[in-house]
């Protein structure tokens, strides 16, 4: 991987991750588009934009992590706890499934389901606004939709905060307990693919690696914030009109 290869990476990376509108999805249709192996050193290079992902989402949410939250957080570890559980047993037929046609039908179905949502969705005084007052089981219903997006080309992104619209949380605070989730998902992916390829990191090229971190931490941060404006003015059909846009493109060209 050269500078430029490292740099278009980091940005889809910072862009895609927290949209809805699968970061795995658009990585694997770059390294296609590229030439890029998925092999160890490219993970090697994954986890790091991706830890550089999770800081920018800290950040951003830096007073939400306090004790004094314990509550919230508590609710956010119920949601993690159906992936985990999944995740580890499951994973290497997991891993199976990944190839650019399943992303390319998983963006066009998630486009859909955007847009119906919102075709139906109504705005009502009954919809939890804050996100420490989404419910325990509020949490487990954002948790179990998270699930399908271990379907790659689906969005972790996506699926929680549909799961989160369909429980009763606005776009905003279902935006924010999906990013908010996203710290300890990321963070224990991103930690066992560290613990798995540690040694690809003896021989990396630290230089693409360093400014892919950079990258991906700096449009992550500017990608996260102005979504949050933009979802309190706008609904999700943009994103719904894009997915079937981009995966049908796919189609067409794989």
Same mark, same amino acid.
């Given at each position: +991987?050269? *500078?430029?290869?490292? %740099? #278009?990476?980091? @940005?889809? =990376?910072?862009?895609?991750?927290?949209? $809805?509108?699968?970061?795995?999805?658009?990585?694997?249709?770059?390294?296609?588009?590229?030439?890029?192996?998925?092999?160890?050193?490219?993970?090697?290079?994954?986890?790091?934009?991706?830890?550089?992902?999770?800081?920018?989402?800290?950040?951003?949410?830096?007073?939400?992590?306090?004790?004094?939250?314990?509550?919230?957080?508590?609710?956010?570890?119920?949601?993690?706890?159906?992936?985990?559980?999944?995740?580890?047993?499951?994973?290497?037929?997991?891993?199976?499934?990944?190839?650019?046609?399943?992303?390319?039908? +998983?963006? *066009?179905?998630?486009? %859909? #389901?955007?847009? @119906?949502? =919102?075709?139906?969705?109504?705005?009502? $005084?009954?919809?939890?606004?804050?996100?420490?007052?989404?419910?325990?089981?509020?949490?487990?219903?954002?948790?179990?939709?998270?699930?399908?997006?271990?379907?790659?080309?689906?969005?972790?992104?996506?699926?929680?905060?549909?799961?989160?619209?369909?429980?009763?949380?606005?776009?905003?605070?279902?935006?924010?307990?999906?990013?908010?989730?996203?710290?300890?998902?990321?963070?224990?992916?991103?930690?066992?693919?560290?613990?798995?390829?540690?040694?690809?990191?003896?021989?990396?090229?630290?230089?693409?690696?360093?400014?892919?971190?950079?990258?991906?931490?700096?449009?992550?941060?500017?990608?996260?914030?102005?979504?949050?404006?933009?979802?309190?003015?706008?609904?999700?059909?943009?994103?719904?009109?894009?997915?079937?846009?981009?995966?049908?493109?796919?189609?067409?060209?794989?």
């Amino acid at each position: +991987m050269d *500078i430029f290869q490292s %740099i #278009i990476i980091g @940005i889809i =990376e910072g862009v895609t991750e927290f949209l $809805p509108i699968s970061s795995t999805g658009h990585m694997i249709v770059a390294s296609e588009f590229m030439g890029l192996p998925q092999d160890a050193a490219m993970i090697a290079y994954e986890v790091i934009i991706q830890f550089a992902a999770i800081l920018a989402v800290i950040l951003i949410y830096k007073e939400k992590i306090s004790f004094k939250k314990v509550d919230l957080w508590m609710k956010l570890m119920a949601a993690f706890m159906p992936m985990a559980i999944v995740g580890f047993i499951f994973k290497d037929q997991i891993k199976a499934l990944f190839s650019v046609e399943v992303v390319a039908w +998983m963006f *066009i179905v998630g486009g %859909i #389901i955007f847009l @119906i949502v =919102e075709y139906f969705y109504k705005a009502q $005084p009954h919809h939890v606004k804050e996100v420490e007052k989404t419910t325990y089981k509020q949490a487990m219903w954002v948790g179990f939709a998270q699930l399908f997006s271990f379907i790659p080309g689906t969005s972790r992104a996506g699926a929680t905060i549909i799961g989160g619209m369909l429980a009763g949380l606005d776009r905003k605070t279902a935006s924010d307990f999906s990013f908010l989730l996203a710290i300890p998902v990321m963070g224990a992916v991103s930690s066992y693919d560290l613990l798995k390829h540690y040694h690809e990191f003896a021989g990396a090229n630290w230089s693409t690696f360093i400014i892919g971190f950079i990258v991906a931490f700096v449009v992550a941060y500017i990608t996260v914030k102005v979504f949050l404006v933009f979802i309190q003015k706008f609904s999700f059909v943009p994103f719904g009109i894009y997915r079937i846009v981009f995966g049908v493109f796919l189609l067409m060209v794989t």
